[in-house]
Every structure is written in C-alpha cells, then in structure tokens.
C-alpha cells in the first residue's frame, strides 16, 4: 500500500527522485509477536544491503530499531515520523495520537517525547477500533473513513498525529478543525533532503 502513496508524492513534489522500495511485511508480523528488537538482526542485515544513500523506513513499529542501528551501519536512516513528531511538538503540547495498532503507541509515544526535548506535552493515545481489519481485507475506503470518523472526534488536542503511515489517506477526509498530520509527506521530504546534502 505504501509504494503507491510515495511514488504518488514523488511525482507531485519531488519529480525526478529516484525510489527504491522494499517490502517486508513479516517484520512486523514478527514485531507485533515478539516485540520490536525482535526484527533487529534481519533488519540490519537488509538496511545493510540497501546500498548507499539515505534508507526511509516507513513502518512505525519498527522505526526506531531501525534509526538505532545506525551506528552499525554508517548510514544515513531515518523513520518515515520523525518529521511529523517534529511538527507536532512544535505545533502544541495536547497531542492526539491515533492508531490502528496497539503496537504503534509506544514507539510513537517515545519519538514524541524525544522530539519535545524537555517540553512539557501531553500525549493522549486512541486506538481506531476495526481499522487494522479494514485495512488488512484490502478495503482502503473504509480504512481511511474509520481513521477520519476517529478524528473527527477528538477534542481537547491541538494537533492530532497519524501514528501509521497507512492512514495518510484519512488526513485528507478529516473535517475537524485541529491540525491532522500524516507522515509520508514530511518523511519522504526530509529523506530526499538528506539525500541532496550528502
């Protein structure tokens, strides 16, 4: 579901980039099982064999694994949401964090934490109850519209977080009138920036 989602933002804001994708959905089977340091080993072994250049990985679960890991590899990685809690933290201390995966809002959680740098925030979690199913059956409609209707109906927040990559789609369908934030954008921003610096 992600190649198309960030060939898509590619071709509208970064044309000319080139995109190498790789897809390796049990890592976060094993994640979700076994925690995320589970996937450490295999993880390092494919952002090893990634070839050079900045690695953008997209999967939240995993993301900080993966950006811990680069003392051993010597190469430039980054998680896909590192630039939204960026953007986040500075947009206001009441943050909504909203998820189809309990196992997404720790290291969401933590990112935030790390990137408010001593600010005080205050992070409120909300599991998007069905979503994970609608997203696993393929219905990406019904996906977004569960994740929209989710935020919709948060209060009391200054901007609300996407934890997921997947659920981009939904900042689009949002009618509340608190800042939504999706990751893609920002993350596939600061990667190609890297990959220009370096």
Known sequence: MHVPVFEALRDRHHPGAVL???????LLDRARAHGPWSVAPALLELLAAAGPGPVLVTCSTIGATAEALVPALG????????????AAVRTGPRIAVLAALASTFAPTVELLAEEAAGR????????VAGAWASFEAGDTARYFAQVAEAADAVTGADVIVLAQASMAGAAELATTG?????SPGPGLA???????AG
């Open 190 to 196: 600061a990667a190609l920036a890297r990959s220009a």
């Open 75 to 86: 190469s430039a990685v980054l998680r896909v949401d590192r630039p939204m809690a960026a």
């Open 20 to 26: 190498r994708h790789l897809v390796v959905p049990e």
């Open 178 to 182: 608190i800042p939504v934030l999706a």
């Open 120 to 127: 005080p925030v205050s992070v409120r979690t909300h599991l």
